[in-house]
């Protein structure tokens, strides 16, 4: 997903990202001017969520909202990417190996989260869900390393975590977060590793309130990872 004035964002990814085929480039929507329109059509709640989502939030979620009525009408599993995603050397193989060991009924599954945000996963069934704290530093001061790395990855439960700059959706996993994050409404979510409740003020957090009620996973270590440059967030400052 790339937006049509990020011209270099997109110029990036494709040369970072040169050993991947067949990505397929999506118009995202630009999130300004549609607030009203999204309030009028009872997309979007008036109150604290309407505070919260910037028109960069409101864009990235009606885009991907769009790519999940494509895995519906389609009836086909969809890989969604951000445009600054940045995949390790063997994605393809580990991503369709990977996708072989969930269950036929699975929803989704994350192959890159935020790293600056913990990860709470379940480690076996049954077992209490486990929270991971990373250190990026290093791993951003190194990014250009990554697509020139072969990760080997485990599948695990998805709890909670936010990011989304790389995941597959299953049609019905699509028909799920369709029905449950819109309308964009108020909601507070209980992420393990932060004292307070998170208010819902982006897609990837509403999401994350409905991870435990589905065949969600994540793939540790990340298959792909990003900058996570705040100071140039397209849902941040847009």
Known sequence: MNLNSATERLETFYRVNKHIEGVERFSAIEGKGLRSSLKESGLLLSGEADERYTNGALGCALSHAEQWRRAVSSGEALTVIEDDAVFC???????????????????????????????????????????????????????????????????????????????????????????????IRAMRVNVPGYIDLQPNGGIDIAMSALYPEIESYVCMPPLVVAPENKETSQTLHN
């Open 89 to 183: 050397k063997n994605f393809e193989e580990e991503h369709k190996r990977l996708l072989k060991t969930l269950p036929e009924t699975w929803d989704f599954i994350l192959w890159g989260y935020n790293l600056d945000v913990p990860l709470s996963y379940q480690v076996f069934p049954g077992s209490a869900y486990n929270v991971t704290l990373f250190e990026k530093t290093a791993l951003q001061q190194n990014i250009d390393l990554w697509s020139n790395t072969c990760i080997s990855g485990r599948v695990f439960k998805l709890f909670r975590t936010f990011g989304l700059f790389c995941y597959s959706v299953s049609p019905h996993g699509a028909k799920k977060l369709l029905e449950f994050c819109f309308p």
